[in-house]
């Protein structure tokens, strides 16, 4: 079924929309919940997701009204192999469909395993993608792997008629986040840079020294750095700052939540980044950035916007250890796939950016003088 000219469904004021995800996977959703928000304003619209999304969500304004948080359900927000609760999950099931929705909208991939469940869930109309060997919903789209995220789940949502022209949907900064930000990184006159060594996946990863070369030079051109990673990537912000010839904060050392993150986020003029969760968060509030990325993972990712968003993208098609053609499937190693991008591409790349942004600030500060 194609997305084109769908006509909004009539009476819809409870949709439940499936994605519990990645904190950057979430990011890749808000053009699909901002479209769903404003296209059914009177609905109630509950997000299916995990305990970080309840607890980031909880009192930010938004598309989202409330989050209810899954049980553990193979393949679905946990592992196909997970041990699951059935009488949980039942549990679970009896409380939603306590009141059925109007609308279930499967935002999670293939299908594979999320389709089947999301039937179990009461609703007029079911919705999302089907990959070829997946069962599919009342009304259905083709899950094809490269795609760019944020257009493909636009697309499903298309399928009862939403649309929106925000393509760049924020995330609302609260006074919470900015609290936080303050602890960790005191307000200062000087412009804010934070750098982001690390990914989940290593083979995203871009060599520390090169991230500490990069930090140097927006450091020498005025900018205050500060290095961010979580709590098993505290030895990774530690060898930037080590290799670092300015001074720079160690944001890991400070167990910053994802809350404050957002907060450093906002405050910061720019940030370097892998292809990692941060950087899709930086997009969200408005912040510059300069993201390092493997091709196949630019062709997902990227933003629908361009003002502001840099990409450094690696080209490299073959695994650097093995030589496998690793676009075609991965193999075993993890090491780098972007290390073939260039310092000079990413410090040069971020000064201009840094630069750019810094001017735009300072006209608009003499601007409400």
Request: charged share 20%; proline share 8%; with cysteine.
């Amino acid at each position: 079924m194609s997305a084109a000219m769908v006509l909004p469904l009539p009476d819809v004021t409870r949709i439940a929309v499936l994605r519990p995800c990645a904190v950057g996977d979430f990011v890749f959703a808000l053009p699909a919940l901002t479209a769903l928000r404003e296209t059914y304003p009177q609905a109630s619209i509950t997000l299916l997701g995990k305990p970080w999304q309840a607890e980031f969500l909880a009192g930010r304004p938004g598309p989202i009204d409330r989050v209810v948080v899954l049980p553990p359900v193979c393949g679905v927000g946990a592992a196909p192999d997970a041990v699951e609760d059935p009488a949980a999950i039942a549990r679970f099931l009896d409380d939603l469909n306590a009141e059925p929705f109007d609308l279930a909208i499967q935002l999670y991939g293939g299908g594979g395993y999320s389709n089947p469940f999301l039937r179990r869930i009461a609703a007029r109309h079911y919705l999302g993608m089907h990959a070829p060997d997946a069962p599919r919903l009342t009304r259905s789209l083709p899950y094809v792997y490269l795609q760019n995220e944020r257009l493909r789940l636009l697309e499903v949502v298309g399928l009862v008629g939403a649309r929106t022209a925000t393509l760049d949907a924020r995330l609302a900064v609260l006074p919470r986040d900015l609290a936080e930000a303050d602890r960790a990184v005191p307000p200062a006159e000087v412009p804010l840079v934070l750098i982001q060594p690390g990914a989940t996946d290593p083979r995203r990863r871009w060599p520390p020294e090169r991230f500490a070369a990069v930090a140097d030079a927006l450091a020498a051109a005025g900018a205050r750095i500060a290095v961010n990673g979580g709590p098993d990537e505290r030895e990774l912000v530690r060898a930037v700052i080590a290799n670092m010839h300015h001074p720079a904060i160690d944001l890991a050392a400070h167990g910053l939540s994802l809350s404050g993150l957002v907060g450093v986020l906002r405050r910061a003029t720019l940030l370097v980044s892998n292809d990692t969760g941060p950087l899709h968060l930086a997009q969200a509030v408005g912040t510059a950035s300069v993201g390092i990325y493997w091709f196949t993972n630019l062709l997902i990712s990227a933003p629908l916007v361009a003002a502001r968003q840099c990409h450094t993208v690696s080209l490299r098609v073959h695994c650097p250890e093995c030589g496998r053609e690793i676009a075609q499937g991965p193999c075993s190693h993890t090491a780098s796939l972007v290390a073939d991008v260039t310092e000079h591409e990413v410090r040069q790349a971020a000064l201009t950016l840094y630069r750019e942004v810094s001017a735009s600030r300072a006209i608009a500060s003499l601007s409400t003088v």
